[in-house]
């Protein structure tokens, strides 16, 4: 009687599963690696958020001519029609060079613990400067930026509005600040999973729980977690093709070579295509590529399916941002 | 008596002015020359406007992925925040490279009777497929980028929508046809000029209204008239520094060497720099340019500045664009 009673257990957990229904060990579990996205990240001490610097953050994002072509904007490659990213393997930039490395998104980026590939910044305020000066995507020098953006009155009210308190307000500095605070309004909540974790069972497909759950066996769970599913740590792997150093770069400790920080996995069903250079397309082939590589371990065809729809369930509501009429 | 009361008269005319009243005579003389912007531009018989259009226009517009470098879409020059033009003096396109002329802006052009500064196409399904094709510009063949667009399955289902006849809808036609029903309704209504000739005396400022009636006694109106303030018509004038043969291109006829179509005077205050190499920064040079070269005529400081003025009250509400989310 004992193994047809467990046969019965099996049967009633099998049917509460395919019905979708989380145990309430197995939320608590889920809770404990996962957290739904909060409507804004972390806002640091020193860049307070005011409607003013969003609203000039927003329009340096948008701004051409700050770069040697004057064609070029942080919206270029942080294109908000493609995911605040760009879609294709490797940034392009200044006079069509390609980058090494493929563009990240915006989106949620406020919540990562570090910036770029190789988390050589700390936050998005040292980020924002970087691809303004690198010759490779904007090519144009601060100073020169500086001078650019004084020659419009109306950036110099709308510097002026955001830095009240800065004799000076057009400045280097107050760029990278008033862009930061833009992108601190760059995210989406309200995921398929951010729902499923604030209680809405129906949020998510049976195929995406089936994933949920892989995802916390199998140990993705283990770098991938968090608001941002991120522990914004630097992680080595054999990427095929690839012959960037990365993190060691940064650190020159031969333990970070080939080291990258962990993406996001927010939005990932949307910013296509994977890895430091981009060169996986489909997101079963990363989702292969990771089981392999990190785990050690070949899904089947089943659990790629099951993976890859969690990960859908990631893609939250995007940010709505109106165009700036810039002067 | 009669000296002094033709004083009073001149005095009452001044006080009239100075107010701002136009004379019915005077306001009917304005309305033979100038027309409020209709709200949308004819629509031609072949290429009915439909939401569906509309949106497929909307994204291919903002589609970089249909050009060489995956990065240059029509947006990149027709930039939204940029008065959909580029501010800059000449395009700059694939791989950085430089174009020969001034990117002309999207607003209002299904108002202008034929597409480009040389006139070459009649009508905005003959301008679309140009820039996908050039190579300075977006350097990519009409096949590749149908081959490119029809990966991707939501581009399928937004054809197949947009012409629900055609058994095999992406196709480069469908393109033209869907991006030019886009940019008809990129229109600019209720400006000032627009709303001064409806009726509402205080639209425009009194230096506005000065410039007007200068516009018109100067004979500026005989080019920029009618509803896109231009007779869609080629004239010939040496800009400096420009070695381009303008129209000669085109027809190879002696008469159009260096003669380019009228500009839209439509939001000219925000569509700077000026004529077909972008040489010109101000709007003062230009309308000083001009009187020059097409009137004889060396405009007082007084003069520009109502004449500048006056082109101010042309720029009309932008419209406001969501940028689709591609797939």
């Excluded at 099996?10 to 608590?28: I, Q």
């Excluded at 020193?46 to 072509?69: A, V």
């Excluded at 760009?86 to 490395?101: K, L, M, S, W, Y």
């Amino acid at each position: 009687m004992q193994t047809r009673s467990r046969g019965l257990m099996v049967s009633a957990m099998a049917l509460a599963l395919a019905a979708g229904a989380a145990t309430a060990d197995e939320m608590a579990e889920y809770k404990s690696f996962f957290e739904p996205l909060p409507f804004l990240p972390p806002i640091p001490a020193h860049n307070s958020m005011t409607p003013e610097k969003i609203d000039l953050g927003r329009m340096l994002f948008f701004e051409p001519r700050i770069s040697g072509s004057g064609v070029i904007s942080c919206a270029t490659c942080h294109n908000p029609a493609l995911g605040w990213s760009d879609r294709i393997p490797r940034a392009v930039g200044h006079g069509g060079q390609v980058g090494e490395r493929n563009t990240p998104t915006v989106l949620n980026s406020g919540f990562l613990e570090s910036q770029f590939w190789d988390g050589r910044e700390p936050d998005l305020e040292g980020q924002a400067l970087g691809p303004i000066q690198a010759d490779i995507e904007m090519n144009m020098s601060l100073s020169d930026a500086i001078d650019r953006l004084n020659e419009f009155e109306v950036y110099r009210k709308h510097f002026a509005a955001a830095f009240p308190e800065d004799p000076e307000p057009i400045r280097a500095e107050n760029v990278a600040l008033a862009i930061a605070t833009f992108e601190r309004t760059l995210n989406t909540p309200n995921s398929p999973l951010d729902r499923y974790l604030r209680g809405d069972e129906g949020a998510m497909t049976d195929s995406q729980k089936s994933g949920m759950r892989l995802f916390v066996d199998a140990g993705c769970v283990a770098c991938h977690n968090g608001p941002a599913l991120t522990d914004s740590n630097f992680h080595r792997f054999e990427l095929p093709g690839s012959t960037d150093e990365g993190r060691y770069v940064v650190t020159g400790d031969e333990f970070d070579k080939f080291a990258f920080r962990t993406p996001t996995l927010r939005n990932v069903a949307v910013t296509y295509p994977y890895f430091n250079n981009g060169s996986v397309e489909s997101l079963h082939d990363a989702v292969q590529l990771m089981g392999q590589q990190m785990l050690g371990q070949d899904f089947t065809d089943q659990e790629l399916d099951d993976l890859v729809a969690f990960m859908h369930a990631m893609t939250g509501e995007m940010p709505r941002v109106e165009i700036p009429a810039l002067p």
